[in-house]
T-cell receptor, first 115, second 113 residues
């Protein structure tokens, strides 16, 4: 697609429920990233995909968080047994290879509220 | 781990005024990225600086990188309401060749018409 698409744009869930957030990167971008932006805090790196593999998942805050990518395209971030501290905007980004590898194109984000 | 500190945290200016936002790193900068964010939208890439002394401009926005000071500045000339938003600087973690960036807390810019 023309840009990075994320869904849902807003999600309200109850504590303890599982949620899935979806990201559709720019066509042809082999690299995909998930970041988290909590209120009053900066963006936090969560995970990096190159193709379908995740060579860097060092930012995932706990084992309740997981992500996968299929077909070198769509990625899903899953949060199990959500907690209130998981409330944040989850941003997905993609980038091309080579000199543009660090220039990220971000989606509009998925705003998660855990009650 | 690398930390980026932005100043000021917020800025209110009258349309037409010039302004500067600073970003200071706690460690050596291997690349500095400026993004802009509007509420409800993702981050929009503005500029990338990779070498000490490098300066780039896009329309009325100029960014500079001072490698020795481990600092970058973003300057807006003759600000307009369309410049309003949150400006974030991001730095690449040393040795990484992919987009694992550390971001500053952001500077909230308000421009009054």
């Amino acid at each position: 697609g023309a840009g990075v698409s994320q869904s849902p744009s807003n999600k309200v869930t109850e504590k303890g429920k599982d949620v899935e957030l979806r990201c559709d990167p720019i066509s042809g971008h082999t690299a995909l990233y998930w970041y988290r932006q909590r209120l009053g805090q900066g963006l936090e790196f969560l995970i990096y995909f190159q193709g379908n593999s995740a060579p860097d998942k060092s930012g995932l805050p706990s084992d309740r968080f997981s992500a996968e990518r299929t077909g070198e395209s769509v990625s899903t971030l899953t949060i199990q047994r959500t907690q209130q501290e998981d409330s944040a905007v989850y941003l997905c980004a993609s980038s091309s290879q080579g000199s543009g590898a660090n220039v990220l194109t971000f989606g509009a984000g998925s705003r998660l509220t855990v009650l | 781990s690398q930390e980026l500190e932005q100043s000021p945290q917020s800025l209110i200016v009258q349309e037409g005024k010039n302004l500067t936002i600073n970003c200071t790193s706690s460690k050596t900068l291997y690349g500095l990225y400026w993004y802009k964010q509007k509420y409800g939208e993702g981050l929009i890439f503005l500029m990338m600086l990779q070498k000490g002394g490098e300066e780039k401009s896009h329309e009325k926005i100029t960014a500079k990188l001072d490698e020795k000071k481990q600092q970058s500045s973003l300057h807006i000339t003759a600000s307009q309401p369309s410049h309003a938003g949150i400006y974030l600087c991001g730095a690449a973690a040393g040795g990484t060749s992919y987009g694992k960036l550390t971001f500053g807390q952001g500077t909230i810019l308000t421009v009054h018409p």
